[in-house]
């Protein structure tokens, strides 16, 4: 008996460093990652009209904070802002636990900061303050993201101007491509316009025909197989091109457009009607 219980206890002591090392083995908890709580943008709605600008630009700050917890050497804590639906940031800073203003307590785990830029009254809108902390080696904590809302009265945009031929030949052979332009004004900017456009009312089309500020410089626009550029002379002067072609294979009629742009707010402007004809 005596050989069997030495053995059973070889066996029970081989199963019991086994069972340790794999209890051991399945324990992998991060603690050299930094982990980021309570952010916050203090404020997080700015009415720019409360406001006075400088040279056509507001200066936007907010203070910044968030709470770290980590055991190891300091990492560095940045926050960094973007506009809503865009990837390239408007402003980036370091947060600080140094106890100098806007840091309350020196080595609190709360790190804080200025974060400041300037915008102009068309990049009012919705943005976000994204926070990460990042260590020496590039490891990098969660991130955090917080509103930052820019809000401002927003003025219609309007049509000045529309320039359309009244009438043209239909072309015998080659196709001709003739100019429509549109002239518009924003108080709040042209930065503040969307989109210029134009349909066909009269017969009737719902295609948006958008016009561009180009300078005739974009990458031209496939119509019905045909690349056209816009035809605009120069860019960012207000004034909206889009060359229009006429096939010999053209129906001849009056046709009937509308003019309209829109503002990054989404307020139409006015409505100017045009009557083309093609003889």
């Known amino acids: 008996m005596k050989p069997l219980c ?113 915008v102009t009254r068309a990049q009012a809108g919705r943005y976000r303050v994204r926070i990460v902390a990042t260590l020496s080696d590039g490891s990098a904590s969660n991130t955090l993201e917080k509103a930052l809302k820019l809000g401002r009265r927003n003025a219609r945009p309007q049509i000045t101007n529309v320039s359309v031929p009244d009438s043209v030949s239909l072309p015998a052979t080659d196709t001709l491509r003739i100019q429509f332009t549109a002239s518009v004004a924003d108080s709040d900017g042209l930065a503040d316009i969307r989109e210029v456009f134009f349909k066909r009312v009269s017969p009737p089309d719902p295609t948006k025909f958008l016009m561009r500020d180009d300078g005739s410089l974009d990458p031209p626009v496939n119509i019905g197989g045909i690349l056209l550029r816009s035809g605009d002379d120069i860019s960012g002067d207000g004034k909206f091109s889009f060359l229009i072609p006429v096939l010999p294979t053209s129906t001849r009629r009056t046709n009937v457009f509308d003019f309209q742009c829109i503002d990054s707010f989404g307020d139409t402007s006015n409505t100017v009607q045009r009557s083309f004809t093609i003889r």
């Open 6 to 118: 030495i053995t059973s206890l070889i066996v029970v002591a081989a199963l019991l460093i086994g069972c340790e090392k794999n209890s051991l083995g399945t324990i992998d908890v991060r603690t050299d990652i930094p982990m980021l709580t309570n952010a916050s943008a203090t404020p997080d709605s700015i009415y720019l009209d409360s406001m006075t600008p400088d040279s056509g630009k507001y200066t936007i700050v907010s203070v910044v904070k968030v709470k770290m917890a980590f055991q190891n050497s300091s990492p560095t804590v940045s926050a960094t802002v973007l506009q809503a639906g865009a990837t390239n940031s408007v402003a980036t800073i370091s947060l600080r636990d140094d106890g100098v203003t806007p840091d309350a307590v020196a080595h609190d785990s709360v790190y804080s900061a200025n974060v400041q830029f300037k």
